[in-house]
């Protein structure tokens, strides 16, 4: 499965990457494809581009604030979770997230 994600804090610091690497490694410990952009402090980091986002079968918006160029993910269905569900307990969010497709 090629999962992607956004994962965005309130501070834009610690919990924004915190839940970006839980994911990565929740994903790949089930062996997924994933790919996830962070919006963080710095802005827009390892943004999703337009064919990662029409060939993704799940796509995880992980924010605990409203998402920059939130648009392109219009029509698209969205599995929304805060960034604590991930950093606590990533492979299970992730178990959730992906009964949403199936």
């Known amino acids: 499965m090629y999962i992607i994600g956004v994962t965005s804090c ?10 970006a690497e839980a994911i990565k490694k929740a994903a790949k410990k089930m062996g997924h494809t994933v790919k996830i952009e962070t919006q963080g402090a710095l802005g827009i980091e390892n943004k999703l581009s337009k064919k990662d986002i029409e060939t993704a079968d799940l796509i995880i918006i992980c924010a605990d604030v409203s998402l920059r160029e939130s ?10 979770s805060a960034t604590e569900v991930f950093i606590k307990d990533a492979q299970g969010a992730l178990a959730k997230a992906i009964l949403t497709v199936e």
Not at 10 to 19: D, F, K, L, P, Q
Not at 71 to 80: A, C, N, P, Q, V
């Open 10 to 19: 309130s501070t834009g610091i610690a919990h924004t990457y915190m839940a």
């Open 71 to 80: 648009e392109r993910f219009s029509g698209k269905k969205t599995y929304d």
